[in-house]
């Protein structure tokens, strides 16, 4: 993984800083590991856990909102905080800079009441120093990060742990809030009821697969007999994940290949697919930058501009108002659902599913070494509608579902958490938990965390799920079957 952001020179405290009240990170996770010695864990993976003794803790405590810098340092400057043998000066010059992240320094808290410093406006902040470009990191960047800067993932989880967690990586293990199943099979079990899989399709292609969690799922859901002489394509830009992707879509009990291509230029010929899943991949494709006077004038600056431009003609998108300038528009899954429509067979089918808007521009989204777009779902399904597709719309919490209240462990705090028993060389999946299900994994490690708090599963501050799509798509003309319902003995019949 890459560090969050190059690694900043510590603050100096002089001036105007030491006039700057101090608020700790709400919600921090610390572990109580010795009587003396209490761990933090910095937002960058690459330093070190802070550890602290009782000098530092009572100078973290301090950090209330209420305290300035210049007061803090007065009284903890030269005093050791932790067995490692830094003083506060030391820690108070850096626990404010983006890769600590430990605290906040400001005249005002970062948004809110002066008591409710809010953790996800702090990560905002760090979020915006992620990438050296403010908004747009130019429309071949994601192309390049999957195809040129991901290396071989080694057969473990970090890239998805520390990178891009999807909502279907935190639930690759069996969950409670899936009714103890994993994502994929629950997954499969929705379409299924729908009647995707009778008759089973006979060519299934699923795109960016990521570590193949989703497929070992979706197979795992089926029996034997509905899957034998199925042939499942796994299609990803990123080399370096095809073979796990291979291994366990095997290990699912498919007949698995995979081919490196592109979503937005579909590597087989016309109505040849009978499914193809598509799980959090659209906000990685192409997105481009239109000005205002090209979308006014319908004539753009590129090739690329012009594809785009022909799309919102073609497909009349509807634009507003009130344009901003300039706007970001995802022309890469505007291809991608143009290749579907070619791709697939008459009755063939579609499940696609990302983070996305309604309304507005899609607006960037930092991660770590790249940046995703939002989907613009009103734009996506004019043109859905505009080919020809039969489509639904609903959230992915509905989609699987979900049980809106179910409670599971801040993200923040699994990461947290997992940093620490990587310390301690002890086994821990990022993933959803709920309470029982931490208690569980951590057993006598748990009494010693503090700070484990826990978000409704529907609360937006916990992985914003329902802000996670799903389009469910049906190229018309296959055969029309016959449907029945059994009741009390008998067979009621409609045709679709
Ligand atoms: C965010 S990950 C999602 C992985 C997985 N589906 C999941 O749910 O965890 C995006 C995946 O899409 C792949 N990808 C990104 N852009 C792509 C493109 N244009 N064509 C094909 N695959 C792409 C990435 O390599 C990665 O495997």
Redesign the pocket.
């Known amino acids: 993984m890459k560090s969050v952001a190059p690694l900043p020179e510590p603050l100096p405290l002089t001036g105007d800083t030491l006039h700057l009240f101090a608020w700790r990170v709400p919600d921090l996770v610390t572990y109580h590991h010795r009587r003396d010695e209490v761990w933090v864990a910095p937002l960058d993976d690459h330093l070190p856990i802070i550890r602290l003794n009782q000098t530092g803790i009572a100078m973290l405590s301090a950090m209330n909102g209420h305290t300035t810098v210049g007061a803090l340092l007065e009284q903890y400057g030269t005093k050791v905080c932790g067995p490692d043998g830094q003083l506060g000066r030391w820690h108070l010059e850096r626990w404010a800079t983006p890769n600590y992240s430990l605290c906040f320094y400001g005249s005002a808290p970062p948004g809110g009441h002066r008591h409710s410093a809010r953790w996800d406006l702090l990560l905002q902040r760090v979020r915006d120093r992620w990438s050296g470009q403010h908004e747009f990191e130019g429309e071949d960047h ?2 390049h990060f ?1 195809r040129y800067e ?1 290396g071989d993932p080694h057969e473990d989880d970090r890239h ?1 742990d520390l990178i ?1 967690t ?4 935190l639930f690759r293990e069996p969950s409670e809030v899936l009714g103890g199943l994993t ?1 994929g099979r629950l997954l499969m079990r929705q379409l299924r009821r729908l009647g995707w899989f009778s008759p089973k399709p006979s060519m299934i292609l ?6 193949g ?2 497929a070992q799922g979706l197979g795992q859901e089926l029996l034997p007999f509905e899957k034998r002489s199925v042939r499942y394509i796994s ?4 080399r370096a ?1 095809l073979h796990l992707q291979i291994s366990r879509a095997a290990e699912g009990g498919w007949i698995a290949v995979g081919t490196r ?4 230029a579909l590597p087989f010929t016309d109505q040849s697919i009978d499914l193809v899943i ?4 659209m ?4 997105p481009v930058l239109l000005s205002r006077e090209e979308l006014a004038s319908g004539k753009g600056n590129t090739p690329q501009h012009q594809e785009a431009l022909d799309w919102i003609r073609r497909a009349r998108i509807p634009l507003g108002s009130d344009l901003p300038d300039p706007v970001i528009f995802n022309l ?1 899954p505007i291809r ?1 659902v143009a290749e579907l429509w070619r791709v697939l067979k008459p009755g063939g089918r579609a499940f696609l599913s990302e983070f996305g808007i309604d309304r507005g521009w899609p607006h960037p989204v930092r991660l770590p070494g790249h940046t ?1 777009y939002e989907v613009q779902y009103t734009h996506l399904r004019q043109v859905i509608r505009w080919l020809g597709f039969q489509e639904q719309y609903l959230s992915l919490p509905q989609f699987l579902a979900i049980k809106p209240d179910t409670k599971v462990l801040c993200t923040g705090a699994v990461y947290t958490i997992r940093r620490f028993c990587e310390m301690l060389n002890k086994p821990f999946t990022v993933k959803a938990y709920t309470e029982p299900e931490l208690r569980q994994a951590l057993g006598d490690m748990l009494p010693k965390l503090q700070g484990c708090h826990y978000h409704a599963v529907a609360d937006p501050a916990w992985f914003n799920l329902f802000d996670f799509k799903v389009l469910l798509l049906e190229k018309p003309g296959g055969l029309s079957k016959p449907r029945f319902t059994d009741a009390k003995g008998y067979r009621w019949y409609s045709h679709q």
């Open positions: 994601l192309d999957h991901l998805f891009e999807t909502v279907s990586h994502y699923e795109i960016g697969g990521g570590l969690y989703v299609l990803d830009l990123t994940f291509a592109d979503a937005e598509d799980n959090e991949n906000a990685d494709m192409t890469g991608f995703e």
